[in-house]
T-cell receptor
Framework: SAVISQKPSRDICQRGTSLTIQCQVD?????MFWYRQQPGQSLTLIAT?????????ESGFVIDKFPISRPNLTFSTLTVSNMSPEDSSIYLC??????????FGQGTRLTVV | TQLLEQSPQFLSIQEGENLTVYCNSS?????LQWYRQEPGEGPVLLVT?????EVKKLKRLTFQFGDARKDSSLHITAAQTGDTGLYLC????????????FGQGTRLTINP
């Protein structure tokens, strides 16, 4: 298993500003994943963050809007840029376990006003 | 694109009843997982099934992986109010980059 610490746990932000979410894992992992969970919905993968290379973004998500850093094997950040109310969601970071199951941080609940 | 269709999306039943949640796809997955998520928390892994036809039991929860590894079910026997939550199935892609595909989720409410 893996323990994932994510912060902040929640924030209320003004539209047009940016928020950086941090994710710390208690072990070294090759890939870290960032998801968005809109209210009452399931998880949508934003991007996969690999150490030493650029993140791989899913369709509908772009680096300018969601820049990701991965400076080492235990840490990653996701920035939500130029926020609008439509960005209000829960953002989750995750790593895969040994047999494909994933472990998640507690999530960051973002409200954009 | 691999998709997982999860049903029902909402289910409200009385304590003591049984229920089944389904997760179906036209794609083959290398493994399939079930998660439970409570408000304010990230999803928590309940089980991973890997082999076609596999059945796993976790107390009152029974998980089954289809023979063709395209579908799965979660059956809860004698539901309790503590089972209330969002249940998510997710499949690990068999090709290309390793990543999970999530179903839409089932919001389960168990009424006392």
């Amino acid at each position: 298993s893996a323990v994932i610490s994510q912060k902040p746990s929640r924030d209320i932000c003004q539209r047009g500003t940016s928020l950086t979410i941090q994710c710390q894992v208690d072990s070294q992992v090759t890939m870290m994943f960032w998801y968005r969970q809109q209210p009452g919905q399931s998880l949508t993968l934003i991007a996969t963050a690999n150490q030493g290379s650029e993140a791989t973004y899913e369709s509908g998500f772009v680096i300018d809007k969601f820049p990701i850093s991965r400076p080492n094997l235990t840490f990653s950040t996701l920035t939500v840029s130029n926020m609008s109310p439509e960005d209000s969601s829960i953002y989750l970071c995750s790593v895969l376990g040994g047999i494909g199951g994933a472990f998640f941080g507690q999530g960051t609940r973002l409200t954009v006003v | 694109t691999q998709l997982l269709e999860q049903s029902p999306q909402f289910l409200s039943i009385q304590e003591g009843e049984n229920l089944t949640v389904y997760c179906n796809s036209s794609s083959v997955f290398s493994s399939l997982q079930w998660y439970r998520q409570e408000p304010g928390e990230g999803p928590v892994l309940l089980v991973t099934v890997v082999t076609g036809g596999e059945v796993k039991k976790l107390k009152r929860l029974t998980f089954q992986f289809g023979d063709a590894r395209k579908d799965s079910s979660l059956h809860i026997t004698a539901a309790q109010t503590g089972d209330t939550g969002l249940y998510l199935c997710a499949g690990l892609s068999i090709q290309g980059a390793q990543k999970l595909v999530f179903g839409q989720g089932t919001r389960l409410t168990i009424n006392p």
